[in-house]
């Protein structure tokens, strides 16, 4: 760990206006009110949960950006709880709103067990991630300005780079329970990487891919989904993080 998490959140705080003014300048940035709506809603939800369970998270200045590229099947958070989801994951995968939330608590509970510190130290450390970094910081002449650290540019590559599976697991079993105590049904982890198996078919078997194999995934969070219902109360009223 070479990057700490207070080091994180604050070269996520630089990267991420970086970031989304990049998509602002292509046109791309919340272009869909009613699309925005929704993914501030649930999110909201989540993040009152997370901070429930992470109180070192009641301190970041949480925000989520819709991204419109319908071609793109992703979603990220980088540390301090700095979020976005592209158009193409709600368009191609079509999720249900208790899916949705899956996806956005999976994200966040990256950002919560610290793997983006993770990745930020190995873009940092690796010939791969100094060279992506130079590489960045030549091809775009934002990232030459004496305000964006390399500890930010490294944030800004730790959301491209794959968590290892690992990782990837123990977002899953986080995010799930951030999930379920949010009012969102943990039967939908399930369902949620049914759907993204059908859309990501062309993806290699699991030994040849750092992410487990959605087929694994989805039989993994169906085993896990009993157990998360002692948490799942969907007709209380539950709060909801007010963004700026």
Known sequence: MLVSPNQAVQASASAYPEKLKKYADEGKLNTRPQMVDRVKRITG???????????EARSWKWEVALVDEPDTVNAWCMAGGKMAIFTGLIEKVNPTDDELAQVMAHEISHALANHV???MSVAMASQVGLAVLSATALKDNRYRSAALTGAALAATVAISLPYSRAAENEADRIGIEIAAKAGFDPHAAASLWHKMGKVNKSTPPEFLNTHPAAA?????????????MQYYHPNEHHLRYRFR
Do not use: G
Not at 45 to 55: N, R, T, W
Not at 216 to 228: D, I, S, V
């Open 45 to 55: 939800q989540l993040i009152v949960e997370a901070e429930k369970m992470y109180p």
């Open 216 to 228: 694994n995934r989805e039989k993994t969070l169906r085993e896990l989904a009993p157990q998360m």
């Open 117 to 119: 510190a993770e990745q």
